[in-house]
């Protein structure tokens, strides 16, 4: 029954395609048409109980009645707002939580001293050059100068200063983070959550687990919270779609084709031209490193979920020759720390999101946002759609229009999808590279011949 709705679905879309090029998008039979295939998607979403289908339903059903009905499309942006509201009171107690978590809960960092050191060396320096690579893709591409906002999005004021270096090191620190948290000002918000976290690390053992009880208990919760947003997501989708359709046209859903080519081809070359190269330098054969890495990427890309890998890729790396000790270390502290192609994707979207805005940003205002990223994303592992909410709130930060941040999120499964399978493989290289680094992975990898594919 669910194969039979999807190739209905199919087969309606492309005869609404074909009767829509050749008589014309405003034609009747084109229009009933598509909207066949809008509630055949539909109901396949439901038969695959599938929120990812029900995303896609409300971008193309906000979409169509955009462009078929623009006056009442106009009249929908609450249902936007409502779901913006409800995204942006998760921001900040779940940074909050997920870094003091992520920090104060890893009190074994001091004493396993220089493999700790190694490791957040080597993650940060590789996550950051992948976020400069988002960063140089989405200059070249530009992809974000095809949207065209309404002029009241547009013109908005933007929250881009500092211009000099001292204001720029002072707004970096928060004087009030009750004041932080109400003006949004995210980095505030992590800088805060760091230097707490870290105070909370050096507490005796008999003080600090209550806070960290609460801690973990706050983050458990902002979770489910944030799973709860996600379950009306499809209908925030259509709301902010629909308007912004209806003001704008379907045009401004062309530039996602071009960022999303634009996000694949940075990580190819992010893959080709930096984690090749390091395995070179390691001296890792690439073939063997393929073998095993090939099955958690897979799952990774298919999933959009690098927790679901994290068994199948500790069991791979230890048959390649990976000791125990540093699988156990290294992989789970890589998915908090080491997100390559989660951080690749943050600062892609985020120009994406202020090119939008017309905005001509100078080096000095893009540092500023790529450092908000690189100190945000950390810790945010297991959080449903977490890139996307840092995206989110560094975008609310600088005071940015939200109407690309609904187009991002519509294709956000989409980009999930790439930016898991590279954080996947990120993290496999760091791995054996640390081992290798360590002196203890063989000269020879026997596990290449153990190692079922």
């Not at 199919?10 to 039979?29: D, N, S």
């Not at 009750?178 to 976290?197: C, D, P, Y």
């Not at 298919?302 to 069991?315: G, Q, R, V």
């Not at 939200?402 to 791995?431: H, K, S, Y």
């Amino acid at each position: 029954m669910k194969n039979r709705l999807l190739l209905a679905a199919i087969a309606a879309a492309t005869v609404a395609i074909g009767v829509t090029l050749f008589v014309g998008a405003q034609a009747l039979p084109g229009t009933l048409l598509r909207w066949l295939a809008i509630a055949l998607i539909a109901a396949y979403a439901t038969s695959r109980r599938s929120l990812t289908g029900w995303i896609l339903v409300g971008l193309l059903a906000g979409a169509e009645l955009g462009h078929d009905a623009p006056a009442v499309a106009a009249k929908l942006q609450v249902l936007g707002t409502i779901f913006l509201r409800l995204i942006r009171v998760i921001i900040a107690p779940l940074l909050f939580a997920v870094l003091v978590v992520g920090i104060a809960g890893h009190p074994d960092l001091k004493k396993v001293g220089r493999l700790g050191i190694k490791s957040l060396v080597y993650f940060e320096v590789v996550s950051t050059i992948a976020m400069l690579i988002g960063l140089a893709a989405i200059n070249l591409s530009r992809a974000g100068e095809g949207v065209r906002l309404p002029s009241t999005a547009a013109s908005q004021p933007l929250n881009l200063s500092p211009h000099t270096a001292s204001q720029l090191i002072t707004d970096i620190f928060p004087e009030n983070i009750a004041k932080s948290v109400a003006e949004g000002q995210v980095l505030q918000i992590v800088v805060f959550s760091i230097l707490f976290a870290m105070a909370l690390a050096l507490v005796p053992e008999p003080k600090r687990r209550p806070m960290l009880a609460f801690a973990e208990s706050l983050s458990e919760v902002m979770f489910k919270f944030t799973n709860l947003v996600m379950y009306v997501a499809p209908i925030g989708v259509f709301g902010a779609v629909a308007y912004t359709v209806g003001h704008m046209g379907l045009a401004v859903l062309l530039p996602l084709l071009k960022l999303l080519a634009t996000m694949y081809i940075a990580l190819v070359f992010f893959i080709v031209f930096v984690l090749v190269p390091i395995l070179l330098l390691a001296r890792i054969p690439l073939k063997a490193f393929v073998r095993v890495a090939a099955e958690p990427i897979t799952l990774g890309f298919a999933t959009a979920s690098s927790e679901a890998t994290l068994p199948i890729a500790m069991e791979k790396l230890e048959a390649f020759g990976v000791p125990r000790q540093i699988v156990a270390f290294v992989l789970p502290t890589g998915y908090s720390f080491n997100m390559d192609g989660a951080s690749l994707y943050q600062s892609l979207a985020l120009i994406f999101v202020a090119q939008a805005a017309g905005m001509h940003l100078s080096f000095g205002q893009q540092t500023v946002m790529i450092l908000t990223l690189l100190l945000s994303s950390k810790g945010t592992a297991g959080v449903a759609r977490a890139s996307f909410l840092i995206v989110f709130a560094a975008a609310t930060s600088f005071h940015l229009p939200m109407e690309p941040l609904f187009l991002l999120f519509a294709i956000d499964q989409l980009m999930d999808m790439g930016r898991t399978a590279v954080t996947v493989l990120g993290n496999c290289v760091a791995c054996v590279v640390i081992a290798r680094w360590e002196h203890e992975l063989p000269a020879t990898v026997p596990a290449a011949q153990q190692v079922s594919v």
